[in-house]
């Protein structure tokens, strides 16, 4: 291995570091609670090594939100995969997204409420954000029905569950009626 590729490698290294690092605080003590001072004493680098890397707590959130829907997307093929017929997938797709949304905050926040300077629904949209809407497009495609743009129902099928996760999550919905609502949103949104 050349002097080059080490470094490379060891940079690599230090950024997944710092990514993690930032989530795991985020996700302990929220987004508020991670600075570029607190995470360059966590993972025992100084500050300017930080600013190699990211260039502030801005792009330090896109990348956290990048990995979080190549999860995102992982959870839901993982679960639509197993699933039989078209509503089960769907029902499928849906605890999983809840779940996912329920069990990373942070992550959740990232991707969907927080600036990390990503573009969304746009040509240059970065292929994990891409491949997480795709993994919804691939199932809720399937039962789009006639007449209906599937991007467009897939998109409001994704309104309808970021809308169930965020209200959940803010204590604006009981948790224990998780299961009705998916049932309420497949059987009639979805109408299958």
């Known amino acids: 291995m050349s002097v080059q590729e080490r470094k490379q490698r060891e940079r690599a290294e230090r950024e997944r570091l710092i990514v993690a690092t930032a989530r795991e605080l985020a996700e302990q003590q929220g987004w508020d609670a991670v600075t570029t ?8 680098y100084s500050q300017p090594v930080l600013y190699s890397h990211f260039r502030g707590k801005r792009e330090i959130i896109g990348a956290v939100a990048l990995q979080g829907a190549a999860e995102l997307a992982t959870a839901v093929r993982a679960a639509t995969s197993a699933a039989g017929h078209p509503r089960a997938r769907v029902a499928a797709l849906s605890r999983a997204y809840l779940d996912f949304a329920a069990r990373n905050p942070a992550v959740y926040d990232a991707l969907f409420q927080l600036d990390g300077g990503l573009a969304y629904a746009q040509e240059d949209t970065p292929e994990p954000l891409k491949d997480a809407f795709a993994a919804l497009l691939e199932t809720l495609g399937e039962v789009t029905g006639d007449g209906v743009h599937p991007g467009q129902f897939t998109e409001v099928f994704w309104a309808a569950l ?3 996760a965020t209200l959940t999550r803010t204590g604006r919905l009981l948790p224990e009626d998780a ?4 049932e309420l949103l497949v059987d009639r949104l979805a109408m299958i």
């Open 162 to 164: 970021h809308g169930l």
């Open 179 to 182: 299961e009705p609502r998916v």
């Open 37 to 44: 001072r607190r995470l360059a004493e966590r993972i025992e």
